[in-house]
Nanobody, 124 residues
Framework: QLQLVESGGGLVQSGGSLRLSCAASRFTLDYYAIGWFRQAPGKEREGVSCISKRGGSTKYADSVKGRFTISRDNAKNTVYLQMNSLKPEDTAVYYC?????????????????WGQGTQVTVSS
């Protein structure tokens, strides 16, 4: 089964930046669209950003447009989420997820294989 591992989370001040990484072992990520999702305490899971299998299509939640950038390096089997101008409301556990069911696009409402998550905390 595909296993995903997130890294790069941490504590940052408001206005700061973090880069999250999503890596897979034993399986290539080329066959999957990858999404980043987040869940804050007491809130529902939210789709943040996603990228299609070959990187030609990306999507962003309105709340992060212009601040977050998703990218993938299939040679390194890794997907990244660059987060700039972070706000306290970005505080959440961030999960990456792999979706084998989309072809030239990606989706923010669900996925299939999930990582364990990495905590992002933005202080005011």
């Amino acid at each position: 089964q595909l296993q995903l591992v997130e890294s790069g989370g941490g504590l940052v001040q408001s206005g700061g930046s973090l880069r999250l990484s999503c890596a897979a072992s034993r399986f290539t990520l080329d066959y999957y669209a990858i999404g980043w999702f987040r869940q804050a305490p007491g809130k529902e899971r939210e789709g943040v950003s996603c990228i299609s299998k070959r990187g030609g299509s990306t999507k962003y939640a309105d709340s992060v447009k212009g601040r977050f950038t998703i990218s993938r390096d299939n040679a390194k089997n890794t997907v990244y989420l660059q987060m700039n101008s972070l706000k306290p409301e970005d505080t959440a556990v961030y999960y990456c997820a792999a979706d084998p069911y989309t072809i030239a696009t990606c989706r923010l409402n669900d996925s299939h294989y999930w990582g364990q998550g990495t905590q992002v905390t933005v202080s005011s």
